[in-house]
Every structure is written in C-alpha cells, then in structure tokens.
C-alpha cells in the first residue's frame, strides 16, 4: 500500500496546495515582523536570555500557542513550550529559539518557531502528540554557554553552569530567577525518552551553498563541533605621549597580533574556521596604553580531532605572541561541543519530503551550531530542515529568507509530519 493510501486510511489530512502554504507563509511573515519589533536595544534586534524582550516575546507566541490549540507553559528555565492535547503515548518535538544575538536578523531561530506553529494550525491528524519548543537561550550571548534551553529540555544542563555571570556580574542562578524561573526545578525539564519520538528544527540555512545550488530547502546531515575560548592579555597601561615605543606592553597590539594569526590558522586548516567576536578593552582612553584586552575565539570543524589540534595551535601562538611582547596570557575554554551527526531515520522522512514535493534533496553540514546538537548529545533522534537565505547572510540585519521559499518549507514540513506519522502507526 502506498504512503498516501496509508495516510487517507489513517484519516491523515492530504498535503497542503502550493496557493494554501503562500497564504500561510505570508502570516508567518508577518508574525516575524511582530517579533522583530520586541528587542531590548533601540533601532536593531537584540533579545537575550532573561530580558524583558524575552518575556515579552513568550507572551506574544504563547497567544499564537493558545490560538494554535496547544497547552502552553514556561518551564523551569525560561523555554516557552506548546502542546498538543491528546492522548497519543509519545510525542514529536519541533521548534527553535527566541533569543537573538546582537543586532540581529528576523529569521534566525524565530522562523523555525513560527513555522512549526503554522504547520500545526492546519490540525493535521497525526498519530503522535506535538510539543513546541522555543528555547530561551541558543546564542549565548548574555552568558557565553550556548543551548541553555535545549539542554535543559534534553537533560544534559550542567549546575555548574548557574554560577556564571554576564558581564554585569548578574549569574545565570539570578538571572533565572528575576525571569520568574526555578534553578532547583530544571531538571523538570526534562522529558523521559520512552515518550520522546525525536527532534526536529526549521531554520535558515545561515550559509551560501542552497543559493549556490538553486534549492530552497537542503537536510542536515551534521552539526560542525565547536570550541569556545575566553582570552585576556594582560600588558601595562602607560601613558600615550611619554611613553616611549620600545618600552610599552601593550595589550591591545598583542590582542591584534593574535587575532591575524588566528585568521592566519584558520585559512591553512581545510573545513575549518575560527572567528574572534568580541574584544573588549576596560578603562579605554584615547591618550593611554591599553594595560588589559578581553576577547572570544570561536573554533568550529565538522571534525573533531582537526579542530581540537587547532584549538591547541592558538593556544601556543597565543602565548608566543604574549611573551615576546612581555604580556600575561590568561586562557580559559568556556565550552566545548563535538561534532554531532543527525539522525539517518529522520533525515530520510526530510529527503522523502522534499521528493515528495518535487525538489531535489540536498545534504549539508551545518558550520553554525543548533538546539538540535543539544538532542544529538543526548541520544535523543534528531534531524534539521535548511531554508535558503539571501546571500547566505545571518546574523546581521539583513538576514532574509523569501517568502516563496517559506511555503516551500511548509509543503515539506507537511509532507514530513504524515510521513512520520505513517510509520509511528505501524510502530
């Protein structure tokens, strides 16, 4: 018997038209727009963990929860989380987050919210319960550790983690509780994985190669590992007019020295980038030697020993380069993440999807980290659909996906849901 025969003797609802999913592609524009416009910052986007525009964001997509049918509720740590109601024994999770980095794009973890909401808007009868997760923290930007929401979700949340502090000396453990959260109830979080059938997340493609292509969609294949590093150099702050050149310690010129050859590295290692994101200098004047620099290094390869051996290698430059300027290196590794494959079940019901919906499937690793690695290192299935953005650009303002390309999104989001749905029944 054929998967759409399969479906209509399941009661399964046929996929959607192409006129349908532009309609609702268009809502999920706008409901995008809504969301950009709550920020913490003045003129650009930027909601991080914890933030009044955090909180503001759940209440506006708890409404559309609530207007989608599903039970909604803010967990422990901060994930706003819809339901379906049913009485189906296990449950499939979709979603992304909400959090954003510094003047950020519209897109990035929003779409794949949005989407998943609209996708169950249409009622689909599915064989399996929904939970939607829109997690409070991917970025890491407040607190420089990435999946705060997913891990919690996933299980894997280390307490240790509530101990650090955003750079206004505020930690995670206060942070969650000024949100209205409770540090000692994370681990109710956590969802038991006999009742969890996997994981899957929309989201924009955040790189060239689906425009490249002339696809709109592409499947996750891999998520790349990632090494995150907080670095100071510690000189000595002297005046700009008396101090002669020879005799200065300057930490900035020993934070730029660094930065090139971090560049330097990164392009003589095949798949392999490195990036320095932030720099910070206290005390800055324009008439005074920086004495001190702060600064992040981001590491990341889709192979896990190359970019460990990388990783070492600036560590070693980055003391060279402190010694021969008579500077202090303090290096410390704030998170670590390996390489994640997704998986294989999922990702065949995506390809299928696609297929289904006449595009080509495409397999891609993604460079950029995601919620689902969080799930991947739990052992929970997991699997990720790529939507193709303009030029390649996220994280930036003009981040854009085209609305034509979200409906395509919808079709295989559809199509992958019966499918799914079509093997949990004969489960």
């Not at 420089?144 to 299980?155: D, E, K």
């Not at 990164?266 to 980038?273: E, H, Q, Y």
């Not at 303009?390 to 079709?411: M, Q």
Request: net charge negative; proline share 4%.
């Amino acid at each position: 018997m054929g998967l759409l025969n399969v479906s209509r003797k399941l009661g399964i609802l046929p996929p959607a038209t192409r006129t349908d999913a532009e309609r609702r592609a268009e809502r999920i524009v706008d409901r995008l727009l809504s969301l950009a416009a709550i920020s913490e910052e003045d003129g650009r986007l930027t909601r991080t963990f914890g933030s009044d525009a955090m909180r503001r964001a759940n209440e506006l997509v708890g409404l559309w929860m609530r207007q989608a049918g599903l039970k909604t509720s803010v967990d422990a740590i901060g994930n706003l989380r819809g339901r379906t109601i049913g009485s189906a024994p296990r449950r499939l999770l979709l979603g992304s987050h909400l959090d954003t980095v510094r003047d950020a794009g519209k897109y990035d973890g929003a779409l794949g919210v949005v989407l998943a909401l609209e996708a169950l808007a249409a009622r689909p009868l599915l064989s399996y319960e929904v939970e939607v997760l829109a997690f409070s923290d991917e970025e890491g930007v407040r607190f420089q550790s990435t999946y705060l929401g997913s891990r919690a979700v996933a299980g894997t949340f280390d307490p240790a983690t509530l101990a650090l502090r955003d750079e206004r000396g505020i930690t995670l453990e206060q942070a969650i509780r000024d949100f209205g959260g409770d540090p000692a109830q994370i681990t109710e979080c956590r969802l038991p994985a006999e009742e969890i059938i996997g994981y899957a997340e929309i989201h924009l493609e955040q790189g060239p190669l689906l425009e490249q292509l002339g696809e709109p969609l592409g499947v996750v294949s891999a998520i790349a590992g990632q090494t995150r590093v907080a670095l100071e150099f510690i000189g000595h702050a002297d005046h700009a007019g008396t101090t002669p050149m020879q005799l200065r310690r300057d930490a900035l010129a020993t934070a730029s020295e660094f930065i090139l050859a971090a560049e330097a590295c990164a392009k003589s290692v095949r798949s392999l980038v490195a990036t320095v994101g932030q720099i910070d200098v206290p005390h800055a004047a324009s008439n005074v030697v920086p004495g001190r620099v702060a600064l992040t290094l981001d590491v990341r390869a889709g192979d896990d020993p190359r970019r460990r051996r990388t990783v070492a290698a600036l560590e070693r430059a980055a003391g060279e380069i402190s010694r021969s300027r008579r500077s202090e290196l303090r290096w410390r590794i704030v998170q670590e993440s390996p390489a994640t494959a997704c998986d294989a079940s999922l990702r065949g019901n995506w390809a299928d999807a696609i297929a289904e919906i006449g595009y080509q499937p495409i397999e891609l690793v993604s460079g950029a980290g995601h919620d689902a690695a969080a799930f991947i290192h739990a052992g929970i299935p997991s699997a990720m659909l790529f939507v193709r953005c303009r030029d390649g650009l996220s994280h930036h303002p003009a981040e854009f996906v085209a609305p034509a390309d979200i409906a395509t999104a919808l079709l295989a989001t559809d199509q992958f849901l019966q499918r799914l749905s079509a093997a949990e029944a004969f489960r």
